[in-house]
């Protein structure tokens, strides 16, 4: 029976990889709006296998290492692949190249994308390794930053503002988020967990102030607030109590 329990979270790890490779299939043929519904798919999966390790006291050296391959794949490849595709949508003409006899027209901006798959790898191996990252993460969780990312197409196409619009599809800021996501999943920044050991105001006001100011933000900003929401998340980590320091 103890076994078994092993087999519960691990199976919501399963349902996470395979949302995030139904959401590569849709990323490469440019349905965003398809791929972010997956991987959103894959981030609740991803949030329900941590809770059900803890709760059932089945966390396993497996469990952590399948759960490191499956964010890759959902949280790491996916939005490098998204950031491919609106760097495509954004960029200004390219080179006709021929390959294997087919002529196609590329440009190599749009693979810069893929520095956020590059930085992801490098975060999530550097997790598996950190024993201290517990109550507390050291740069922006992978799946955060897929969240971020995968925004941006649904503003796109359902907050029809023009301003947005271009801005989103500006090469120029298309550069610079796929840098500054790219740092910020290995900045030496202390970010908290949404980790609850009990329900206590006390101990728990910073979770508590994040999680009702962001229901707000979704409310009244719908897909706008995601971006909103994790900028929130890392100013309001300055907050976060400092851990006593042990000589």
Not at 135 to 164: C, E, K, Q, R, Y
Not at 232 to 244: G, H, Q
């Amino acid at each position: 029976m103890s076994r078994m329990r092993t087999y519960i979270p691990n199976f919501f790890t399963m349902l996470n990889l395979g949302s995030g490779c139904v959401a590569t299939v849709f990323a490469v043929l440019g349905k965003l709006e398809w791929a972010a519904l997956f991987v959103f798919l894959g981030i609740f999966f991803d949030f329900f296998d941590g809770l059900a390790a803890r709760a059932l006291k089945a966390q396993s050296e497996l469990g952590v290492q399948l759960d490191s391959l499956a964010d890759m794949v959902t949280s790491g490849l996916v939005p490098g692949l998204v950031m491919f595709q609106l760097l495509n949508m954004a960029g200004r003409g390219g080179w006709n190249l021929g390959f294997l006899g087919h002529d196609m027209e590329m440009t190599l901006l749009p693979f810069l994308g893929f520095a956020i798959t590059l930085a992801s790898a490098y975060r999530l191996a550097k997790f598996n390794l950190d024993e201290n990252q517990t109550s507390s993460f050291v740069g922006l969780p992978t799946p955060a930053n897929a969240l971020m990312i995968l925004s941006l197409p649904l503003i796109l196409l359902h907050h029809n503002n023009d301003w947005l619009n271009s801005l989103i599809l500006n090469p120029w800021f298309l550069i610079g988020l796929t840098l500054l996501s790219s740092y910020l999943l290995n900045a030496p920044i202390a970010l908290f967990a949404l980790k609850f050991k009990n329900f206590g105001f006390g101990d728990n006001w910073l979770r508590y102030l994040f999680l009702i100011g962001s229901l707000i933000m979704l409310l009244t900003l719908k897909f706008l607030a995601i971006p909103l929401i994790i900028i929130f998340y890392i100013l309001a980590s300055f907050l976060m109590p400092k851990e006593p320091s042990v000589d």
